[in-house]
Nanobody, 121 residues
Framework: QVQLVESGGGLVQPGESLRLSCVASGFAFNTSAMAWVRQVPGKGVEWVSTSHFTGSRAKYADAVRGRFIISRDNTRNTLYLQMNNLTPEDTAKYYC??????????????RGQGTQVTVSS
């Protein structure tokens, strides 16, 4: 079955960086659009970024464009999110998600258990 396991979260100060990883199994990762989404308790899921299955195209939410970089290694079935210049507004639980389509940012098929990112001074 589909498994998505995130890691790399933690507590950082504003302006610092973190790199999240997601190891995928149970499906054809190298032909799947993959995304990162995040959620704050009491709020809905917020889409962050999507990677085309080739890794050659990416989309970003306005809130993170220019600061976050999504990438993937199809030989390792691993998705990454490099997060730079973090702000307290980035505090959330981050989830790796298997998307229905690269072109649809609203529909994911599965997501992992998530990794917590906290940005605080």
């Amino acid at each position: 079955q589909v498994q998505l396991v995130e890691s790399g979260g933690g507590l950082v100060q504003p302006g610092e960086s973190l790199r999240l990883s997601c190891v995928a199994s149970g499906f054809a990762f190298n032909t799947s659009a993959m995304a990162w989404v995040r959620q704050v308790p009491g709020k809905g899921v917020e889409w962050v970024s999507t990677s085309h299955f080739t890794g050659s195209r990416a989309k970003y939410a306005d809130a993170v464009r220019g600061r976050f970089i999504i990438s993937r290694d199809n030989t390792r079935n691993t998705l990454y999110l490099q997060m730079n210049n973090l702000t307290p507004e980035d505090t959330a639980k981050y989830y790796c998600a298997l998307m229905a389509s690269f072109f649809n940012s609203n529909t994911y098929l599965r997501r992992g258990q998530g990794t917590q990112v906290t940005v605080s001074s």
